[in-house]
């Protein structure tokens, strides 16, 4: 069955970088897009954007555009996100999600947790 | 930027109906999409495209979009469908993902 994994739960510091996988399994990798979506405690889901497993091309939402990069290894059938300059308001869940038939995320990676603390 | 509203919780009996809805300008245009998320877990997709239903989803879960609100209809609810409930549209104008604010359903 369609699946995908994440990488386990980091903590960094401010100013830090984290670099998160998601490893999908059950389709051809190269087929579908993979979307990057986090949840900070309490909250609803922030898209940052998405890249076409593919070709490589990324699309960042501005707010995250100077400080994440995503990339994918096809041969891995890996994705992965890269983002700096880490906060405290980065702290959150991130998720990895496939883009389905349509412009929909299904399924979703079971998320990775990310604390920034001092 | 588009924004997708939603009420912040909803309730219902077991075995009533669930009505959760997702305002935006012209929604209709748009497909809506709806997850289901339970504490601790991943989303889970329940409903595409404004009312077509995944593979293994129940036919309790049901969708509809018109005019300016797109609403997730959950039939003779059951405890393990409370959950918090979130609506996504792709916003083509700026190539953007949106989400809803996301309903919290409790079942009495």
């Known amino acids: 069955q369609v699946q995908i994994v994440q990488s386990g739960a980091e903590v960094k510091k401010p100013g830090a970088s984290v670099n998160l996988s998601c490893k999908a399994s059950g389709y051809r990798f190269t087929t579908h897009a993979l979307h990057w979506v986090r949840q900070a405690p309490g909250q609803s889901f922030e898209w940052m954007g998405w890249?076409?497993?593919?070709?490589?091309?990324?699309k960042y939402v501005r707010k995250f555009q100077d400080r994440v990069t995503f990339t994918t290894d096809t041969s891995a059938s890996m994705a992965y996100m890269e983002l700096s300059g880490l906060t405290s308001e980065d702290t959150a869940v991130y998720y990895c999600?496939?883009?389905?038939?349509?412009?929909?995320?299904?399924?979703w990676g079971q998320g990775t947790l990310v604390i920034v603390s001092s | 930027s588009y924004v997708l509203t939603q009420p912040p919780s909803v309730s219902v009996a077991p075995g009533k109906t669930a009505t959760i809805s997702c305002g935006g300008d012209d929604v209709e245009s748009k497909s809506v999409h709806w997850y289901q998320q339970k504490p601790g877990q991943a989303p889970v997709l329940v409903v595409c495209?404004?009312?077509d239903r995944p593979s293994g989803i129940p036919e309790r879960f049901s969708g509809s979009n018109s005019g300016n609100t797109a609403t997730l209809t959950i039939s003779r609810v059951e405890a393990g469908d409370e959950a918090d409930y979130y609506c996504q549209v792709w916003e083509s104008n700026d190539d953007l993902v949106v989400f809803g604010g996301g309903t919290k359903l409790t079942v009495l």
């Open positions: 999600a496939r883009e389905a038939g349509g412009d929909w995320l299904d399924p």
């Open positions: 495209d404004d009312s």
């Open positions: 890249i076409n497993s593919g070709n490589g091309y990324t």
